[in-house]
Structure formats: structure tokens, C-alpha cells
């Protein structure tokens, strides 16, 4: 048992690399300068391997509208349907349930209601509400009662205020009765509904919205289709196949237009967030960050504007090695002199930019003639150190201590800035370059070189815990 365990704790991965989706991936500038930009934001470096565009986006969603919740949604799967073939065609089913050819009848009706996203002209209300109410008789005359009760439930979800013919046989009225019932029971159904981005008219069961714009439908469960006329006058139809509760419908390139502009409320929000889940899903990321003109964004379940994190956004430790010039002038010496010396310097990185910062020079100089004397200085205290990738701008304050003699310590404070460089992106060497000014019982100034290591610098990897 020991073993299947290190085996599996070997086996699963450890990390999950965060990936980015930017408007340009394939230029190279423009990727470079938004993942920079995420490292400024939220201290996370992302690998150029892992940064995706919008053609990434649309294949996650399988180049097709996306779907969430209570939704089945059929297509076209035969050819177009003009305004003519669909009248000549539910004319013939309805020859057929005047003959009473219940079997053709039924299956012409719902071959029609399969061939509804093929249509390429608006259809009606009332011929949509006449091919359920037809096929429910069918399954009513058929003695298929749950078949006509659900039938019917469509016709009248569709359309409501039809009058029932009294002319039909009372079980079958009494099945439609049953049916309406079934309709009017049901939680009205919230359709997140998002058109194409080239959307200029919308109908919905042959009813034109007010304008073209995403919205939030209230439908009744049941089978429903929305047609859309493009700016260029082609008509498409959808279908859907609604139960209660509430679903998503978008078209996959809105949803990615929304999700690179960092849309995060309404339906254009829930087009992006779903599109994001189905693209982490498929990166294996548990992070996605949105390059955006508008800020960057992340996602981790639900997509928000990226705060900068209280967790350091820079190296957790730094230590390098290198050399020094200091400047000194008080009282007890008898000149102003300046002397090099071996500099060895840290930071712990605390908060965000909040730094604990130290150095040690120790330098070798003469003061008097014939005289060689060995003058180590201490500075220590907190600094800022400012987000940057390939170079980090720092200042701060910090106390000084120095050995100015056998019996002679003497302390005070100094400003201390500079600058940070990274050479290599993906490397830990780091150069910095240093100054300080203060007072230790007298003027002192000094400048620093160095060179090091950056550890457990900014991560393109997160813990996925287990």
C-alpha cells in the first residue's frame, strides 16, 4: 500500500501551468508586452508555450455555439428550408392527419420539427404551435398518452392562446387539457442567449426582438427556435430542447470577442466565463489570465479583473556578491576619504513589494599613513521594491551600523534605491546596481555592483493541491 501511494503521489502532476489568452498571440512584441504585463499585476510568470489567441479560444469551443445548462440544441442536418418547402411541407402532414395516417403523419410532423434549424426564413408561431399540437393528436390517437400530454405541452409553450377544436374525440382534448396543464406548471426557463456578432433582426418562435443585442429570455420549457438575419440578410436558425432551470446559448465568436474585452457581467460575462471553463478545460490550466486593452483579467472559475496579491510579486529571496565604493566624512577622521570594498547583499521579500533588505561591506583601507585598517559597515531595514520583469526599481530606509575602530561603533541611517536587473526571462541570475546616503556619525554615500541569484522568483506554475 506504501507503494501504490508513492506511485501515485509520483504520478499525479504537482502543478498546473497557468496559461494566458492575448488578442495577437503570434506577434511575438504584443504577447511578450501582455505577459509582462501580467507579471506587473499579479507576480505570475507565464510560459510563451502556454499563451493562446482567439483561434485557440474557438477551437476549445469546437468552432460551434456554446451550450450550458438545461439545453440540448439540435442543428441542420438536411438541406435548407425556404418559406415554400416549409408550407408544402406541414400542408402534407396535415393531409395525412386528415386521412387519418397516423404513422406518416406522426413521422412527417417531427421530421419537420428535426428540419426547424434548417429553415432560412422566419417560421411562425402558429405553424411551430400546429406541428407539436398535431403530433400530440397522433400519439393521442395512437394511445400514446405521456407522448401527447408532452406534445402538447410544446404546442402550448409555444403559443398559448390557440382555442382547442372542439371537433376532436374528448381523450384527446382531455389529453391537450393535461397538456396545458403540464405547461403552465412548469418554472419559466431563464435562456442566456447570445447571437452572433454579425446578428441584425432576431426571432424567437417567430416572434422579433426589439433590437439584436444578448439578453436573457424567459421561455417555457419545451422545444423552441430562434432565427437570426445577419447584416447580410441570411437567415439561421437555432433549436433548442429547454427543461427548467436555467441554460446558455451563444455564439462561440461573440463569446470570445467578450472574453478578450474582459466582459464580466451579463450575458456577454456568462458567454466568456463559459467559453474560459471549457478552455481551461481543455489547456489542463487551472488559471487562465486575459491579456486585455482594458487590464488584465484571470479566471478561476469565474473571471475578474486581476488585483495585484498580497504574496511577494518579485524573488522570495535574493543573495548576490560583488563590489563597493564608500564615502566617508566625520569629525574623528581626519579628511574625507573614500575606500572599495567586498559587498555581500539580501533581500527577503515580505509583501507584495515590501522587502527586508541587508548588506555587508567590508572594506580595506588606510586612514593613516602606515596604517591598514579594516572598516566593516552593516545597513539592514525595509525597502519597496517596484513590479517590473527584466528590471526592478527598489528604495527604501535603512539603519547603518559601522566599525569605525577597535573601540569605535558607530550607528545612524541611510536612503538606499537602485535597481535590479534580469537578464534571462526564464533565468535566476540577477545584477544590481546600488547607492545609499545617511549619516553614521557623518556623512556617508556608497554605490554597489552585484551579482547573484533571484530564488522562488515569480511562478508559472500553481499547486493543485492533493
Not at 390557440?162 to 384527446?172: C, G, R, S
Not at 416572434?207 to 447584416?231: M, N, Q
Not at 467578450?258 to 466568456?272: F, P, S, T
Not at 596604517?371 to 547603518?400: H, I, M, N, Y
Request: overall charge negative.
Amino acid at each position: 500500500m506504501v507503494a501504490g501511494g508513492l506511485l501515485a503521489l509520483f504520478a499525479a502532476p504537482a502543478f498546473a501551468a497557468p496559461a494566458l489568452v492575448v488578442p495577437l498571440p503570434d506577434d511575438e512584441d504584443d504577447a511578450r508586452r501582455f505577459r509582462d504585463r501580467v507579471q506587473l499585476v499579479t507576480g505570475t510568470a507565464v510560459a510563451a508555450d502556454r499563451t493562446y489567441g482567439p483561434d485557440d479560444l474557438q477551437a476549445a469551443a469546437g468552432y460551434k455555439p456554446l451550450s450550458s445548462g438545461a439545453i440540448e440544441s439540435f442543428t441542420c442536418k438536411g438541406p435548407a428550408v425556404d418559406q415554400a418547402g416549409f408550407d408544402a411541407r406541414l400542408g402534407r402532414a396535415m393531409t395525412l392527419v386528415d386521412e387519418l395516417s397516423l404513422e406518416e403523419a406522426e413521422s412527417s410532423l417531427m421530421a419537420l420539427k428535426g428540419d426547424l434549424p434548417c429553415s432560412v426564413s422566419v417560421i411562425g408561431a402558429r405553424q411551430l404551435h400546429d406541428i407539436f399540437f398535431f403530433a400530440g393528436l397522433m400519439a393521442a390517437y395512437n394511445g400514446q398518452k405521456d407522448d401527447a400530454i408532452e406534445r402538447y405541452a410544446r404546442a402550448v409553450s409555444i403559443k398559448s392562446d390557440v382555442p382547442l377544436d372542439t371537433d376532436f374525440p374528448p381523450e384527446a382534448q382531455q389529453l391537450y387539457l393535461l397538456g396545458r396543464e403540464r405547461s403552465s406548471n412548469r418554472q419559466a426557463v431563464s435562456l442566456t442567449f447570445v447571437p452572433p456578432v454579425d446578428a441584425r433582426r432576431i426571432w424567437v418562435d417567430g416572434r422579433a426582438l426589439p433590437d439584436p443585442e444578448p439578453a436573457v429570455l424567459e421561455l417555457r420549457p419545451g422545444t423552441h427556435i430562434i432565427h437570426v438575419e445577419t447584416t447580410e440578410g441570411a437567415q439561421r436558425a437555432f433549436g433548442f430542447d429547454l427543461e427548467e432551470g436555467s441554460s446558455l446559448f451563444a455564439d462561440h465568436r461573440a463569446a470570445t470577442a467578450a472574453a478578450l474585452d474582459g466582459v464580466i457581467e451579463g450575458a456577454l460575462g456568462a458567454a466568456a466565463n463559459t467559453l474560459l471553463t471549457q478552455a481551461a478545460e481543455r489547456w489542463g490550466a487551472e488559471t487562465l489570465y486575459v491579456g486585455s486593452e482594458r487590464g488584465v483579467f484571470v479566471w478561476g472559475g469565474s473571471l475578474a479583473r486581476a488585483r495585484v496579491p498580497l504574496k511577494p510579486t518579485g524573488d522570495r529571496v535574493g543573495l548576490r556578491g560583488g563590489a563597493g565604493l564608500l564615502f566617508r566624512e566625520a569629525d574623528h577622521l581626519p579628511e574625507p576619504f573614500a575606500y572599495g570594498a567586498p559587498t555581500f547583499a539580501l533581500e527577503v521579500a515580505l509583501i507584495r513589494g515590501l522587502e527586508l533588505g541587508a548588506d555587508v561591506q567590508v572594506g580595506i583601507t588606510s586612514v593613516v599613513s602606515d596604517t591598514v585598517s579594516v572598516l566593516p559597515a552593516v545597513t539592514a531595514g525595509l525597502q519597496w521594491a517596484w513590479s517590473g520583469t527584466k528590471l526592478r526599481p527598489w528604495a527604501g530606509l535603512r539603519a547603518a551600523v559601522i566599525v569605525a575602530g577597535e573601540d569605535d561603533v558607530r550607528a545612524g541611517g541611510v536612503f538606499v534605491g537602485g535597481i535590479r536587473l534580469q537578464p534571462r526571462r526564464d533565468g535566476a541570475l540577477r545584477i544590481g546596481l546600488g547607492v545609499s546616503f545617511g549619516w553614521t556619525g557623518g556623512i556617508q554615500a556608497g554605490a554597489t555592483v552585484t551579482i547573484g541569484a533571484g530564488l522562488g522568483g515569480p511562478q508559472g506554475s500553481v499547486p493543485t493541491g492533493g
